[in-house]
């Protein structure tokens, strides 16, 4: 590939020459990296995170595995947290994607981050083993989010194919996506080990990681959002629930509200080698999309995998 290593800093080079790669069904090249599949144009990302990231005691962590419901845990922990710093009428939230509300620090941190005030809320889809040690070994509250894996894979599918358009890349049809989904070769794949590592540390550590689950979510999102809460150390007064500001919360950051809005249908940013468009992180938000583009023996095989890899660790996908 041509276009491998370029624009990556030189001391990356050596190590990335000696990864395995594969094509995989993203618009760029994947390298395994301690066990776990990057795009090129995030892995330098990765390894400058492991090797300089600087933790405040304060700061809380946003994980998931991609297309698990971060783009909707990232506003609601921003407006929950911010309620009484912003009127609903003007809220950020309104002229600002969520991922320009809360960063990510899997991309070049440094120049986003350093100057934030503490609290910080960061954002990241690393998995936890490959967390720097400072991040590991602090005290920071982390939440996680997780998703059926079959609505993630075809919620992938999707996203990657708008990419590959926005991109000038051929799409990726289904089944082939499907395969390598099943083979873990896929964005920050594979699945299992990703969520099952968080599920670990939250039952290690039930203070310090919070495990959520996106289908629980959009069956209470009320609910949800007042653990949210309390875990953020912002528990909703009497007085706050009666005048329904987690209602109000809940609405601003629903599927419909977000989707519709100027900014997000709009907007496109750049990050290394690759453009994006907002409009692709809002698509159906529903449980169970998978039953319109997977065949019963495709979502048993998977279902076979996902019991066989997490089986046994009490949690279910
Ligand atoms: P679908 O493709 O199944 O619709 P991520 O934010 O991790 O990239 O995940 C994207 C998925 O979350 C997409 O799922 C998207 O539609 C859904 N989503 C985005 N914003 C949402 C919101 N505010 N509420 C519920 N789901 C949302």
Same mark, same amino acid.
């Given at each position: 590939?041509?276009?491998?290593?370029?624009?990556?800093?030189?001391?990356?080079?050596?190590?990335?020459?000696?990864?395995?790669?594969?094509?995989?069904?993203?618009?760029?090249?994947?390298?395994?990296?301690?066990?776990?599949?990057?795009?090129?144009?995030?892995?330098?990302?990765?390894?400058?995170?492991?090797?300089?990231?600087?933790?405040?005691?304060?700061?809380?962590?946003?994980?998931?595995?991609?297309?698990?419901?971060?783009?909707?845990?990232?506003?609601?922990?921003?407006?929950?947290?911010?309620?009484?710093?912003?009127?609903?009428?003007?809220?950020?939230?309104?002229?600002?994607?969520?991922?320009?509300?809360?960063?990510?620090?899997?991309?070049?941190?440094?120049?986003?981050?350093?100057?934030?005030?503490?609290?910080?809320?960061?954002?990241?889809?690393?998995?936890?083993?490959?967390?720097?040690?400072?991040?590991?070994?602090?005290?920071?509250?982390?939440?996680?989010?997780?998703?059926?894996?079959?609505?993630?894979?075809?919620? $992938?599918?999707?996203?990657?194919?708008?990419?590959?358009?926005?991109?000038?890349? #051929?799409? @990726?049809? !289904?089944? %082939?996506?499907? +395969?390598?989904?099943?083979?873990?070769?896929?964005?920050?794949?594979?699945?299992? $080990?990703?969520?099952?590592?968080?599920?670990?540390?939250?039952?290690?550590?039930? #203070?310090? @990681?919070? !495990?959520? %689950?996106?289908? +629980?979510?959009?069956?209470?999102?009320?609910?949800?959002?007042?653990?949210?809460?309390?875990?953020?150390?912002?528990?909703?007064?009497?007085?706050?629930?009666?005048?329904?500001? @987690?209602?109000?919360?809940?609405?601003?950051?629903?599927?419909?509200?977000?989707?519709?809005?100027?900014?997000?249908?709009?907007?496109?940013?750049?990050?290394?080698?690759?453009?994006?468009?907002?409009?692709?992180?809002?698509?159906?938000?529903?449980?169970?999309?998978?039953?319109?583009?997977?065949?019963?023996?495709?979502?048993?095989?998977?279902?076979?995998?996902?019991?066989?890899?997490?089986?046994?660790?009490?949690?279910?996908?």
């Amino acid at each position: 590939d041509p276009n491998r290593g370029k624009g990556v800093p030189e001391y990356y080079n050596d190590l990335i020459s000696t990864l395995p790669s594969h094509k995989g069904w993203e618009p760029t090249l994947l390298l395994k990296y301690q066990d776990f599949w990057f795009p090129e144009y995030i892995l330098p990302g990765i390894v400058n995170l492991q090797q300089h990231f600087k933790v405040r005691p304060s700061d809380l962590f946003l994980m998931s595995y991609p297309k698990s419901g971060t783009t909707w845990l990232k506003a609601l922990a921003f407006a929950t947290i911010n309620r009484n710093r912003y009127q609903l009428a003007n809220h950020p939230l309104l002229s600002h994607n969520p991922h320009d509300c809360i960063p990510v620090i899997d991309v070049d941190f440094a120049s986003k981050i350093e100057g934030m005030p503490s609290p910080r809320i960061l954002h990241s889809h690393c998995p936890f083993s490959l967390l720097p040690d400072s991040i590991k070994g602090s005290d920071c509250r982390m939440i996680y989010v997780c998703r059926d894996a079959r609505d993630v894979m075809v919620s $992938d599918w999707f996203f990657t194919n708008r990419l590959r358009r926005s991109n000038g890349v #051929e799409l @990726v049809q !289904f089944g %082939k996506a499907f +395969e390598l989904f099943c083979e873990g070769v896929c964005y920050y794949g594979p699945i299992w $080990d990703h969520v099952l590592e968080y599920w670990e540390e939250s039952l290690r550590m039930p #203070e310090r @990681v919070l !495990f959520l %689950k996106y289908e +629980e979510m959009l069956a209470d999102p009320a609910g949800n959002v007042k653990k949210l809460a309390e875990f953020m150390g912002c528990p909703f007064s009497p007085d706050e629930e009666k005048e329904g500001v @987690v209602g109000e919360i809940v609405r601003l950051c629903s599927l419909e509200e977000l989707k519709n809005l100027e900014v997000n249908k709009r907007s496109e940013f750049i990050m290394p080698h690759i453009k994006f468009d907002y409009g692709s992180y809002f698509r159906k938000g529903e449980v169970g999309d998978w039953r319109n583009h997977m065949s019963f023996e495709m979502a048993l095989r998977l279902d076979g995998i996902i019991r066989e890899k997490i089986g046994g660790s009490g949690l279910t996908l």
